[in-house]
């Protein structure tokens, strides 16, 4: 069965620093990934997506994630966020036969403080 | 281009009510989703749309809740009788299918609350 994992419910970081958000998943075949960043009262903002090629993902507002395939994980990253950045982030995961089917980790509230 | 619509944004209600809500996806967008969030949890899908036809329902609860989407644009929800576990936010999204390769776009969200 397809899924993802996010670890940690939240991460607290320092304005300035960087920031790593945990994403773990398990896909049969290969893995199409996403982030989303949801704000309080708003519904989910797509941030990137790994389809395949080059294993390091640009995003919106300076975020990047990391495919790495034999650790089967999918970590967002920023190096160095803002207070703006508080919210809430979800990894999702395309299902491997039901091609526009994902399945949406349970979430990781990032904390940045100034 | 205007986003995902949903209306309401908010409705309370007691429970065994009926309750219904809407969902405008982006022009052009195939595929619809209405997924069910609980608080401080990831989306989960209630209901799958491709055009007009639900493509993977197994996560709704048929006995109380229905879907429709009418000539494969609007889309409503509808909850009848309303339990209390029901209280959660409803979010729509949209996409262009494309082998699951396109993000999805999605609403504001309802919150139900149920009293």
């Known amino acids: 069965a397809q899924s993802v994992a996010q670890p940690e419910d939240q991460v607290n970081v320092a304005e300035g620093n960087p920031l790593t958000v945990k994403c773990t998943y398990s896909?049969?075949?290969?893995?199409?990934l996403f982030w989303y960043v949801q704000y309080p009262n708003r519904g989910l903002q797509f941030l990137l997506k790994y389809i395949t090629g080059d294993n390091l993902v640009k995003g919106s507002y300076g975020f990047e994630a990391e495919f790495n395939k034999s650790q089967t994980s999918f970590h967002l990253k920023k190096p160095s966020a803002l207070v703006s950045d508080s919210a809430l982030y979800f990894c999702a995961v395309r299902d491997s036969y039901n091609f526009n089917k994902f399945y949406f980790g349970s979430g990781t509230k990032l904390n940045v403080k100034p | 281009e205007a986003g995902v619509v949903q209306s309401p944004r908010y409705k309370i209600i007691e429970k065994k009510q009926p309750v219904a809500f809407w969902c405008n996806p982006i022009?052009?967008?195939?595929?619809l989703y209405w997924y069910l969030q609980n608080l401080g949890q990831g989306p989960e899908l209630l209901i799958r749309y491709e055009n007009e036809e639900a493509v993977d329902d197994s996560q709704l609860p048929k006995d109380r809740f229905s879907a429709e989407r009418l000539k494969g644009v609007d889309s409503t929800l509808k909850i009848q009788p309303a339990e209390l576990g029901d209280s959660a936010v409803y979010l729509c999204?949209?996409?262009?299918?494309?082998?699951?390769?396109?993000?999805?776009?999605f609403g504001p969200g309802t919150r139900l609350t149920v009293l």
């Open positions: 022009s052009g967008h195939n595929t």
């Open positions: 896909v049969s075949g290969n893995p199409y």
């Open positions: 999204a949209s996409s262009f299918a494309s082998q699951g390769r396109n993000e999805q776009f």
